[in-house]
């Protein structure tokens, strides 16, 4: 299909008007490639490393949830010129979904993986401009089981801090570095909280609000909204879609 006409479709389907992002955050085409799209690669990072496996694998247009640009104005040498270059130079289409992608009720970060999790969604909270991003759902799960699942569903070794009660009745999830929600998913009633990742201070808050916190990995929990997204564009367009895995471990 045409670059334009799937940019149209995935600006309105992620609702990229809607959904407020951080002021610096730019969401939508990042870098126009060649007209017609075939073949989507996507991936968490918009990174030397998944640019040049999008070039590799030959896909006309890679879609990231951490684009290129964040607002700051800086000078295309370096590393961000070789991002860049590369790009323009395969003719290689870059578009980035933030926040909008952590929030969409379908293919979000934080709805899918409450859904993988084998969790039912009982509200949003997490307020940013009257946009909600976090989920949360009721519950009677055991910790210990609920960690085996994300171990189980992410691959990873999440760090769990458990200063809650052992078994969870209800979970709250941001995915990437939200820590600093686990006030307001105590105010809501949650006694678990599951993001990314955290600094070391709030260690002493959750421990202190009585809730168990699940840090499993900045790149790792924000997998699964790329994923679900490629697999829409191959229902609705017949697209060929590749997930990029480039993890960080952080």
């Known amino acids: 299909m045409h670059c334009r006409e799937l940019v149209a479709y995935l600006d309105e389907y992620l609702a990229l008007a809607e959904v ?3 002021p610096d955050a730019f ?3 990042q870098v126009e490639g060649r007209a017609e799209v075939q073949r989507v690669a996507v991936a968490v990072d918009a990174c030397q490393a ?5 070039v590799m694998r030959e896909a006309d247009m890679l879609l990231v949830h951490h684009g290129l640009f964040w607002g ?3 000078p295309v040498t370096g590393a961000y010129y070789r991002r860049l270059s590369a ?3 395969n003719d290689l289409s870059l578009y980035s979904c933030h926040l909008p992608l952590d929030a969409h009720p379908e293919v979000g970060n934080n709805h899918v993986l409450a859904r993988q999790l084998g969790l039912t969604v009982g509200g ?8 909600s991003l976090g989920v949360w759902a009721d519950t009677q799960l055991p910790l210990s089981e609920l960690v085996r699942r994300v171990e189980e569903t992410l691959n990873v070794q999440p760090l769990v801090i458990p200063t809650g009660p052992a078994t969870a009745r209800r979970i709250g999830i941001i995915t990437g570095g939200a820590a600093s929600y686990i006030g307001e998913a105590a105010r809501i009633g949650c006694d678990t909280f599951l993001t990314g990742e955290g600094a070391h201070h709030t260690y002493f808050e959750a421990e202190e609000q009585g809730i168990n916190l699940i840090y499993a990995g900045h790149y ?6 790329v994923r679900a997204l490629a697999a829409h564009l191959e229902r609705q367009f017949g697209l060929e879609t590749l997930f990029l895995h480039h993890p960080t471990g952080l």
């Open 220 to 225: 790792a929990t924000e997998t699964v909204g």
């Open 87 to 89: 790009l323009i130079k």
């Open 27 to 29: 969401n939508g085409l």
């Open 124 to 131: 949003m909270f997490a307020e940013r401009e009257g946009a």
């Open 20 to 22: 407020p992002d951080f």
């Open 72 to 74: 700051q104005h800086a």
């Open 50 to 54: 998944t640019i040049d496996q999008a």
